[in-house]
């Protein structure tokens, strides 16, 4: 029995084995087709930018203009796949529109910058409100007034490797100083700038933070120079932030107190378009070149702060500093004889006044006193 069953054993072994082999062949099939697919539509989504990448990809490949500027077309692959644009699916033909297939249409620019000008109106598609802002800006005004070198989308951001900006925070000052160089040269060595690029802290100002991104203003205004301590009170006057480095967050309203700062705050309030040479922020600090208190070159060093109140006050003493606090609090290590000053004055004059409280009560008893009597004689 045994024997005549072996044979169909062994052919159930052998369909099994069969059967089990076509599975995982089928599977294979099945899974490598989804793989080829996946890869079909990925090669499909990027089609456009793989055709121009057949020529662009050249180191060699170059055009001259009429001007006879040499330009080269040659389109790193690495680049391109590290910026936001291709590896969101934005391809060449969203920004080059005229460019449908090769071989290309005529170039009617006559220089490089006329054909960075013409393109950078593209970015305005997806980035409309950026670029409306940026239409207000004094570097669009100074393009309007025949300065053609003056920055544009990609002079900032790049072309075809546009990546985050700020990504490290240090890129933006850095890009800054494509245009900005003495000034850049200033802050980095400022205590804001030092910390930024030294230590790459994140909590100090980088250009954008004062003078904005696309909206970019004058300077040089009167509506900035009025403004310019609100700005420094961003951060200046941020409890947490000031407590972090050990600084007080005080100062914008001890300055709002001062003359200085009262006399400014009639002009913002009446005259906002009238220059005031009452001391802001940057007349004492710095602009970009601020630096610490304790730092030997700085304005408001103790040693040079009395040369630094004679720019306005040519006639200043001495003793100047010693009587001024700024928008510092009176302490007595700094200002020991206002301090005590104010400790008698803070003493004295409430017991003035309780003294004279208590006299006049007194005053008001004893007449009382004296009409009562009268009437009772």
């Not at 055009?63 to 590290?82: C, H, Q, V, Y």
């Not at 005529?106 to 054909?115: D, G, L, P, S, Y």
Request: glycine share 4%.
């Amino acid at each position: 029995m045994f024997n005549r069953l072996l044979p169909n054993l062994r052919c159930i072994r052998a369909f099994g084995l069969i059967g089990s082999g076509l599975f995982v062949i089928a599977i294979t099939i099945f899974i490598l087709t989804q793989q080829t697919s996946r890869v079909s539509a990925d090669y499909t989504f990027q089609e456009t930018e793989a055709y121009c990448l057949g020529c662009h990809s050249n180191p060699d490949l170059k055009m001259t203009l009429p001007n006879g500027e040499e330009i080269s077309l040659f389109i790193s692959t690495d680049m391109l796949a590290e910026s936001v644009h291709s590896p969101a699916g934005i391809e060449c033909e969203a920004c080059h529109t005229e460019i449908k297939t090769y071989p290309h249409p005529e170039i009617e620019f006559q220089t490089r910058r006329e054909m960075s000008r013409s393109y950078y109106l593209a970015c305005q598609k997806c980035h409309s409100a950026n670029y409306k802002n940026a239409q207000d800006s004094m570097h669009a005004r100074a393009a309007e007034a025949g300065n053609l070198d003056a920055p544009i989308c990609t002079d900032c951001h790049g072309a075809h490797d546009v990546t985050i900006p700020d990504k490290p925070r240090s890129h933006v000052s850095s890009t800054c100083s494509t245009c900005h160089q003495e000034i850049y040269n200033e802050y980095k060595v400022s205590i804001h700038g030092g910390a930024l690029i030294q230590e790459d802290n994140p909590d100090v100002p980088v250009c954008t933070d004062c003078h904005g991104v696309h909206n970019i203003q004058d300077p040089r205004t009167a509506q900035f120079r009025i403004s310019s301590p609100d700005l420094c009170a961003s951060c200046h006057a941020n409890q947490e932030l000031m407590a972090k480095y050990g600084l007080t967050a005080d100062v914008y309203n001890l300055y709002n107190l001062s003359w200085h700062g009262v006399d400014l705050s009639v002009y913002k309030a009446r005259w906002p378009n009238t220059w005031h040479y009452s001391a802001v922020c940057t007349d004492c600090h710095g602009v970009h070149d601020i630096l610490s208190t304790q730092d030997p070159n700085s304005s408001v060093n103790p040693d040079n702060l009395l040369a630094t109140c004679q720019k306005c006050h040519p006639d200043a003493g001495p003793n100047w500093t010693g009587a001024w606090v700024g928008h510092n609090r009176i302490d007595p290590q700094r200002t020991p004889f206002l301090y005590y000053t104010e400790v008698f004055y803070s003493s004295f004059s409430p017991f003035v006044l309780w003294m004279s409280l208590i006299y006049v009560i007194l005053q008001i008893f004893h007449a009382i006193v004296g009409r009562i009597r009268r009437s009772l004689q």
